[in-house]
């Protein structure tokens, strides 16, 4: 048989002005504002997690409106209206209706379908899409980036942006620390929903002596129930196992009696629920958005909305250091931004956990009332 010689061909090269790392609402908020703004060649690598499920199944009413700036004024129209909040905190039964605030409704989402929308908005907009992809190798070269991504295609980048959501994968591998101020974790499943009944419009927030539940109903005849506690005591009490998640089900108020208990004990999936941000929010050449760069605790709705308000955000600074403005002064000022959100946040979260006072020797209450002080993020240069 002839022998050939091994071939010399290099893998070509695909040149980006920037790439973002995670391809979840922040990453795809990121690159349509950055197409909006006229930005070139923009890429997207994702590698999805295996889940059963995705946690979060509400947007708040700012949402629309921030679509609607990112070119997708209809997007929104295949998901169930969410009107507000039924809320069991602090023993008083109240609903806090986004209407009577003059806010108008937000939505209940199928969330996988969200997500596949915001991604193929981003595609059709010339976005590059590389999915599923991690980044195996990178090299600062000091006016952007080589990279090998794990199909061993090879990219060169000006900017690299971080929306791989709590694990930080990119900012941590280039230095940052991520910094936890809890161990929340979100135990949870999904039911049928009884005809008739159910929590149509709502969301149901009731606390508990470990934490707190979670209920709201999906565009389809289902509902989300998860119960919100941190690791140690999901793991002292036996909370992930089905039956006991389901005894304590049993023994809630509102939650029961709108969304009784399955007979069969459900199947429950975990998700990281943490507050936590990094310790920088940009270095040379690199930024953070989303939950990679501040992840809150659900009980502020906050997830979806924060993650497109970011992207819109991020485009505006990722334009001027495209154009060729310097980096440090910018940097600093997306630093500032999200040490003001996250102290403001800090506040919030210990006025509203500090409202609930029936179980005053519950060290999951009792840790949130003082929390430990914790910097917001710095730019680091």
């Known amino acids: 048989m002839p022998c050939h010689a091994p071939s010399s061909h290099r893998p070509r090269v695909t040149p980006l002005d920037v790439l973002i790392c995670g391809a979840g609402p922040a990453g795809c908020a990121t690159a349509l504002a950055l197409r909006q703004s006229g930005v070139g060649h923009v890429g997207l690598v994702d590698w999805p997690l295996e889940r059963l499920w995705s946690i979060g199944e509400s947007a708040t009413p700012d949402v629309g409106p921030m679509l609607a700036r990112l070119g997708l004024p209809d997007a929104m129209h295949a998901h169930a209206p969410y009107q507000g909040n039924l809320s069991l905190w ?9 209407l009577h605030r003059g806010r108008g409704n937000g939505w209940h989402l199928d969330r996988e379908a969200f997500d596949t929308m915001l991604r193929e908005a981003a595609v059709a907009r010339g976005v590059h899409l590389v999915r599923p992809a991690k980044i195996d190798q990178l090299a600062w070269e000091g006016r952007g980036w080589a990279l090998r991504l794990s199909d061993n295609s090879e990219w060169r980048a000006r900017i690299l942006v971080d929306a791989t959501g709590r694990r930080a994968e990119l900012a941590t591998r280039l230095g940052a620390t991520r910094q936890r101020i809890d161990a929340l974790v979100a135990l949870g499943t999904v039911v049928p929903r009884p005809k008739g009944g159910g929590l149509a419009g709502l969301s149901l927030l009731e606390p508990f002596a470990f934490g707190w539940w979670y209920a709201a109903p999906l565009p389809d005849a289902r509902a989300v129930v998860c119960l ?13 196992d089905s039956h006991r998640f389901r005894q304590v089900w049993c023994d ?3 939650l029961a009696r709108r969304l009784p208990p399955p007979i069969e004990a459900p199947r429950i ?3 990281p629920a943490h507050s936590a941000c990094l ?16 992840a809150f605790d ?4 906050s997830g979806i909305s924060g993650a497109l308000a970011d992207g819109l955000a991020a485009a505006d600074t990722l334009v001027g250091w495209l154009a060729g ?10 630093a500032r931004r999200a040490d ?21 020797d519950s060290p999951f209450w009792s840790a949130r009332k003082d929390p430990p002080h914790q910097a917001g993020p710095s730019q680091i240069t």
Do not use: C
Not at 325 to 334: C, D, L
């Open 90 to 98: 602090g023993n008083r039964r109240e609903i806090d209706d986004f």
């Open 228 to 240: 919100m506690t941190d690791r140690d005591l999901a793991r002292q009490n036996d909370l992930r």
């Open 252 to 254: 809630t108020e509102e």
């Open 269 to 271: 999936a975990s998700f």
């Open 279 to 294: 310790d920088r929010a940009a270095g040379p050449g690199w930024m953070a958005v989303g939950d990679a760069l501040m």
């Open 298 to 301: 659900p009980l502020t709705s």
């Open 325 to 334: 403005q310097p980096m440090a002064p910018s940097g600093q000022a997306w």
């Open 340 to 360: 003001t959100s996250w102290r403001r946040y800090l506040d919030q979260r210990r006025k509203h956990y500090s409202a609930e006072q029936r179980w005053p």
